[in-house]
């Protein structure tokens, strides 16, 4: 029998760990990575401010299906077979340690992506992956019992086709897996920024408030954690996760909408009204500017004096009741209009994409068409900032290589 051959579109995380899995399980198997850009694994270089967010410590399948807006059922049983620690260990294997920070999200200990790309660019070399780059696929078929991959170089015949493209903006960049009848959710943008055109607040950009709780008006959408100021607006980890909640409402609303921050999230309004009766009696001699009694940032603090008029040099126990009071409801229910938003620096994230009741979770195949396999952004799944999305990546390709290399 002659060789069989595996196409995999798409030369990022999840066609890559697809790619070299398959030809590392199979080596009679010929492998082919087609990517449409001149760059092979752009979001794992960038990832994470260029150090690569491999994935979360976060092994328990429960709680890691949580981080995920969309996916979760469907990841419920990929992660069984391949989650974070089998991806921690896929990595170590090949001398690439990973360590852990504080908030879980996982690293080279190299703090460099390269680590992470020459290790899988080094895999492509062992097993002979061939890669070809700018090459882009614009039609993809059937003729009898193959494929056919036609780019704008070449048409490759293949026995199996992964399609690990990553996610599209617009539903019509979907068509060419659209006229195998793949039905598509509608892609929407998650993990985005909020624009604050022109808000006071923009002055402090750079600052971040450790511990906010932030909530879109007239949605059931909160989160909590940090906040960074930014020239245009707000982004920061409670931010970008509540970008991803509410990709769906949000696009609906064209991204205009009310957000409520409380900046001292242990207390409403009402709570915090008593605590600082009490305070003023006991830090009465100190000045409002110099004891701030919540940890925040002290160039915020005293923004947030001046928004509700309080003279910064003024004694706490001078401080009248109405001050007193406006200053309660600013700290807690601090409302901010909206008005569109920013892509997370490079890390576009997709919400939508081929819908999981068309693919087997065991297999990553197609419910309609043998031999064609789906993984990564491509697929209706997308999860919150903190490597969760590049950990669907490595378990998608890893399911999908397994069971293209046992068929062989």
Known sequence: MANRTLVVIGGGAAGFFCAVNAARLETSLRVIVLEKTNKLLSKVRVSGGGRCNVTHACFRVGELVRKYPRGGKFLQKTFTRFGPEDSIRWFEERGIPLKTEEDGRMFPVTDDSSSITDCLLTEADRYKVDVHISEEVQQLGRQQQQWLVKTNKAVYTADYVFVAAGGFPRAEQFSWLTVLGHTIEKPVPSLFT????????????????????VKVAGLKLAERGPLLITHWGMSGPVILRLSAWGARELAAKNWHFDIVVNWTPAYNENSLRLFLQEYRQQKGAQ??????????PQRLWEWLLETVGINAELRWADLPAKEQNLLAKQLTTHSFDVRGKTTFKEEFVTAGGISLSEIDPNTMQSRLHEGLYFGGEVLDVDGITGGFNFQHAWTSGWIAAGSIAGKV
Not at 201 to 209: D, F, N, S
Not at 287 to 296: D, G, I, M
């Open 194 to 213: 909020f624009n604050l055109p022109k808000h006071p607040v923009t002055a402090l950009m750079g600052l971040v408030a450790p511990d906010v709780q």
């Open 287 to 296: 000045k409002t500017r110099n004891k701030n009694p919540f940890e925040l």
